[in-house]
């Protein structure tokens, strides 16, 4: 049950198996998330999202039977840019992000930006003898960098690189019995 379950216009898939693939496809800055679990990715510093809706045969090159979702993230700016937060929530929840963007010359710009998520689980196992910790926290993180270079006046390269981790253990679920 941790896996995300998109469904666009009625038409989604209810089976949570890591080795299945969606009918609506993920993108990122054009990169196909095909991993239903890699679709949990921290999703932070972004400019838009855009929703087309299928059938959309191989347009971003994949069939997508319902659809696709396209998220864009930030470029770099040609002029200085800083961005922070920090955020706080039930159950421990504690988060930061960042972004930094600005020119490096006045041909070349760099955008550095960054999240981080954890909480300590909303799940508390009441059961007798049982170990009365929290259960089903949350431990993301993402580092996305990119570099603009501008070659000529008809030629741009734009560089990127992405990282990150998530840590959503899966649910714990506890029953208790009762005596008959």
């Known amino acids: 049950g941790n896996n995300p379950a998109f469904a666009l216009r009625g038409v989604g898939l209810n089976d949570f198996s890591d080795n299945n693939e969606g009918p609506v496809a993920v993108y990122v800055d054009q990169i196909y998330q095909a991993s239903l679990a890699g679709q949990a990715m921290a999703l932070f510093d972004i400019a838009r999202v855009e929703v087309l809706r299928g059938p959309q045969g191989t347009l971003y090159g994949r069939n997508a039977t319902a659809g696709l979702l396209h998220v864009i993230t930030n470029r770099p700016t040609t002029k200085l840019e800083l961005r922070g937060q920090v955020t706080a929530s039930q159950y421990g929840g504690r988060g930061a992000e960042f972004a930094i ?16 998520e954890q909480d300590d689980g909303w799940f508390r196992n009441a059961l007798p003898g049982a170990a009365s910790t929290r259960r089903n926290e949350t431990d993301r993180h993402g580092l996305r960098g990119f570099l603009n270079l501008e070659l000529s006046d008809r030629t741009r390269v ?16 506890g029953h208790q019995g009762t005596a008959g």
């Open 158 to 173: 734009l560089i990127g690189a992405h990282t990150g981790g998530t840590d959503v253990p899966a649910a714990v679920y």
């Open 101 to 116: 963007s600005g020119p490096l010359n006045p041909r070349a710009q760099a955008r550095l930006a960054g999240v981080i």
